[in-house]
């Protein structure tokens, strides 16, 4: 069975600066995918990142990078230059087996200007 | 591309009556497609998982009679909420999976139920 765990309910971010949101997961998978989605209050799903299981280098897109430590079980998300359209809620997610995905609870960060 | 609408964006329905929600893969070919479902301040909930041309898997403790799925063609499933209730209030949110991509799903906007 998958598990996804996002311990943060909420985090705060001074504009401008870097924040990680956490993510820990479970799978017996030898192979699997992590995401990261944002979801604004509009609803819509926006993906950001992923990081494939057998990926040797952790996966960045512009100001988000994700910090992979397979042997830790985590794939925390990495915001950098914070800007106050990032607030919204965070979701971790991990696709495996059967391909649909599992999400964590999520966090709500809150960009402070 | 990889672009996935939901239709209707919100609805709102008297208790006892079905809505239908439509979900499309505009620019590709979905052989798979996902309900979710994500009650207020919470996380993304699997339904039911819905292969072209064959029977939907509903998830344990999803009612597939209550929960219509249908995905008749490679870009159109549609969910129905039949004898709606209040408590199926919720927001539902479809993803697309092309072809034999195992990981790549493209979400819809959602559609925001409310059930009066």
């Known amino acids: 069975a998958q598990k996804i765990t996002q311990t943060q309910p909420g985090m705060f971010v001074q504009e401008k600066e870097a924040v990680t949101l956490d993510c820990t997961y479970d799978?017996?998978?030898?192979?699997?995918?992590l995401f990261w989605y944002k979801q604004p209050s509009s609803g819509e799903m926006i993906f950001l990142i992923y990081q494939g299981s057998y990926d040797q280098q952790n996966a960045t897109e512009g100001r988000y990078s994700l910090n992979f430590q397979k042997a830790r079980k985590s794939a925390n998300l990495v915001i950098s230059a914070s800007q106050l359209g990032d607030s919204a809620m965070y979701f971790c997610?991990?696709?495996?087996?059967?391909?649909?995905?599992?999400f964590g609870t999520g966090t709500r960060l809150t960009v402070i200007p | 591309g990889a672009v996935v609408s939901q239709h209707p964006s919100w609805v709102i329905c008297k208790s006892g009556t079905s809505v239908k929600i439509e979900c499309r893969s505009l620019?590709?070919?979905?052989?798979?497609m996902f309900w979710y479902r994500q009650f207020p301040k919470q996380s993304l909930m699997l339904m039911a998982t819905?292969?072209?041309?064959?029977?939907?898997?509903?998830e344990q403790g999803v009612e597939k009679d209550k929960f219509l799925i249908n995905h008749a063609s490679l870009t159109l499933s549609t969910l129905t909420v039949t004898s709606a209730h209040p408590e199926d209030s919720s927001f539902y949110i479809c993803?697309?999976?092309?072809?034999?991509?195992?990981?790549?799903?493209?979400f819809g906007p959602g559609t925001r139920l409310t059930v009066t």
């Open positions: 799978t017996s998978d030898p192979s699997y995918g």
């Open positions: 819905s292969n072209e041309g064959s029977k939907a898997t509903y």
């Open positions: 997610a991990m696709g495996a087996g059967a391909n649909n995905l599992f």
């Open positions: 993803s697309a999976r092309e072809g034999n991509k195992p990981y790549e799903q493209y």
């Open positions: 620019d590709f070919q979905a052989t798979t």
